[in-house]
């Protein structure tokens, strides 16, 4: 059986948030052993989507009193974060869950965006409210696009994998990532403008970054994997946001989804990102490619 393992790297040392967050992993372990693994009655998992929920909101309200008693300057992006989760995100899969009548399918995707969610949001939102924050791979020049993106997005990355990433340079297609998986999210505005991220990473390094994360093997893609991925990539562009001195629910998520290499490829050649960073972990290689209002979308393949 696959145990979600509590990290103590997780911890930011505030017993009350600490505990809060240790609870909240040991329920979603509880609903992944009785409904996923186990397949108990649909029952169980209503019962253990609701106390989820719950504890959640209890959570957001002891952490936001914290925020408040401190006087932490970061309160109201923080609680705008927190608002998002609470009246968008958790009402949303709730709804999807009756629909599916708690599918196994629906049932995991709760579980990767819940637990993303969590994971992220602890590394890169609740850690700043004691000032602490990634360490940066290489000091921040506001002159020097890439590196403002290497200390604002691949910086929290590394804390939150636990990987040593190194920046190489420029990525093209002609590199050579083993077994690539290339994942897209766009993300619009309510002016109008958008943002494409693509991930490129080969299977297995994706799975060890998601086992690493969540102190479990996994040895497939599953959409426990992916829906976790696309939410830390959330956190990612949220806490970016901030950095830039915009709002953290600017930008929304439009999509989320795995490309076939045709269909990057294509996108790459008919219009080539603004960024496309090649980085190495370890003995393998993943890239990050960056564009700002992307014109049009070619079909999936």
Not at 63 to 80: C, D, L, N, Q, V
Request: charged content about 25%; proline content about 3%.
């Amino acid at each position: 059986m696959q145990q979600f393992q509590w990290q103590d790297r997780f911890n930011i040392g505030v017993e009350i948030i600490d505990q809060a967050h240790r609870r909240l992993f040991s329920i979603v372990q509880k609903m992944m052993d009785l409904y996923v693994e186990k397949h108990e009655n649909r029952f169980a998992c209503v019962e253990g989507i609701k106390y989820f929920k719950a504890y959640t909101l209890k959570h957001f309200a002891e952490e936001e009193a914290y925020m408040r008693m401190i006087g932490y300057s970061g309160y109201t992006a923080h609680k705008k974060i927190h608002d998002k989760m609470k009246y968008e995100t958790l009402p949303e899969l709730e709804r999807l869950l009756y629909e599916s009548d708690f599918s196994v399918e629906m049932v995991q995707r709760f579980i990767g965006i819940c637990t993303g969610w969590l994971t992220g949001h602890i590394i890169i939102e609740d850690r700043a409210i004691l000032g602490v924050k990634p360490a940066a791979l290489a000091p921040m020049r506001l002159d020097d696009e890439v590196s403002v993106i290497q200390t604002v997005i691949i910086a929290p990355l590394q804390e939150i994998l636990g990987y040593q990433i190194q920046f190489v340079g420029q990525f093209s297609t002609r590199d050579v990532i083993l077994n690539e998986e290339c994942y897209e999210l766009v993300y619009s505005t309510q002016e109008g403008k958008r943002l494409r991220v693509i991930l490129v990473m080969g299977q297995q390094t994706l799975l060890r970054a998601a086992g690493l994360l969540f102190g479990i093997d996994f040895y497939e893609k599953n959409d426990i994997v992916c829906f976790a991925m696309q939410e830390i990539a959330q956190n990612l562009i949220q806490r970016a946001e901030v950095d830039f001195g915009g709002r953290p629910d600017e930008f929304r998520l439009e999509r989320g989804r795995f490309l076939e290499r045709e269909t990057f490829v294509g996108m790459f050649r008919e219009r080539p990102p603004q960024y496309s960073l090649l980085f190495h972990v370890e003995q393998e290689s993943f890239a990050l490619c960056i564009d700002q209002d992307p014109e049009s979308d070619p079909p999936v393949s």
